[in-house]
């Protein structure tokens, strides 16, 4: 139960990319095949790293920031440059072709998580973009001649992820510009709102389009599961989901059309990928300490369908009949008219 189709160990397996200014761990199509749409790279930043201004040609990016403090500045659409702060906590949203950068501002290493609407995204890197006209293109373009570009550098590879030693440092953090802490329409306090559900199973706070109207197409969860808390039998009919385990140990059951079930245990730093409409549950499985998921989707107003709503809703003589079970194992089920979302679980770890 270790590892399933669906699970992918993004430590382990990831595709790496390293600089001196930090680590990008990829998960996409090609190295976790069940992917649809959907992927999710880790960022970790060192103290006065930037991961350099690019755009994705095929994605939106939705990003929480794990630890630290980053400065994200974008330039997008008629001229609209924005700059602004994310801290720990913090969930921004980046549309696709924009222009952005993100630079690690503090005295720590920065770690994000990073979603895309793509199962493969496209990157175009600003060093590699300007590297592929001549000097006198660029001169042309901003009334110079040639040879003022004659020591700019054509990389043969973006360079992606870089130390920057002057400028905007973590021992210069008085040059922030001032407007980087104005309320901007791209970042949301997620883990700083109150949780849209909360009791002694665990807790669900979201960023999704009715909190966060940027968030179209995308959407984010940070669920928690108390020792004894599990998400509920559930399925999600038009949207998909992708996990990444930010803390804890949890359990997962998928049922696949084919009537395979895939059960696997996921520890922190492991991504699952749930396609639309495909049942499945979490439950912590460790008593001593919380899971902490984040969840994301690929619609701004994820709905779902779970078992404690929808299994009592149809007569117990039908739940009989369909299961071939007794019909009073459906009678003394307690009947709600709205799905738990988190239970509390009353039985031990059947694992």
Avoid at 174 to 180: D, G, L, T, V
Avoid at 242 to 268: K, W
Wanted: charged share 20%; proline share 6%.
């Amino acid at each position: 139960m270790s590892t399933g189709t669906h699970l992918f160990r993004l430590n382990l397996f990831g595709e790496r990319e390293q600089r001196s200014g930090g680590l990008r761990i990829k998960a996409h199509k090609r190295n976790f095949p069940v992917l649809q749409g959907m992927s999710l790279y880790t960022l970790l930043l060192e103290p006065k790293g930037v991961r350099e201004p690019h755009w994705h040609a095929n994605a939106a990016e939705l990003g929480y920031c794990k630890n630290g403090k980053v400065l994200v500045s974008l330039y997008g659409n008629e001229d609209e440059a924005s700059s602004f702060l994310v801290q720990t906590g913090e969930v921004f949203l980046i549309p696709s072709g924009v222009l952005h950068g993100i630079q690690n501002i503090g005295e720590e290493a920065a770690e994000l998580i990073l979603s895309f609407s793509s199962d493969d995204p496209e990157d175009f890197n600003l060093s590699t973009t300007m590297g592929m006209f001549s000097n006198s293109v660029l001169g042309n373009t901003w009334g110079k001649e040639a040879d003022y570009f004659a020591s700019f550098k054509r990389v043969q590879e973006p360079t992606f992820i870089a130390i920057c030693n002057s400028g905007m440092t973590s021992n210069a953090l008085s040059k922030i510009p001032y407007e980087s802490h104005y309320k901007t329409p791209y970042l949301y306090n997620l883990e700083g709102a109150e949780p849209l559900l909360s009791n002694g199973g665990g807790s669900a706070r979201m960023a999704r389009q009715n909190v966060w109207p940027i968030a179209k197409n995308q959407a984010l969860y940070s669920l928690r599961l108390t020792g004894k808390g599990m998400r509920e039998p559930h399925w999600h009919p038009e949207t998909s989901e992708l996990g990444y385990v930010n803390r804890g140990r949890g359990r997962m059951s998928i049922l696949n059309p084919s009537g395979n079930i895939d059960t696997y245990v996921m520890e922190e730093g492991d991504i699952y990928f749930i396609p639309k409409a495909y049942p499945h549950h979490i439950e912590n499985i460790d008593v001593s300490q919380d899971l902490h998921v984040l969840v994301f989707f690929d619609q701004g107003m994820p709905k779902d369908i779970g078992f404690t709503g929808s299994v009592p809703f149809y007569t117990s003589a039908l739940l009989a009949a369909s299961t071939q079970s007794p019909q009073s194992l459906f009678e003394g089920l307690p009947r709600y008219y709205r799905d738990s979302f988190i239970v509390d679980k009353v039985n031990p770890v059947d694992l």
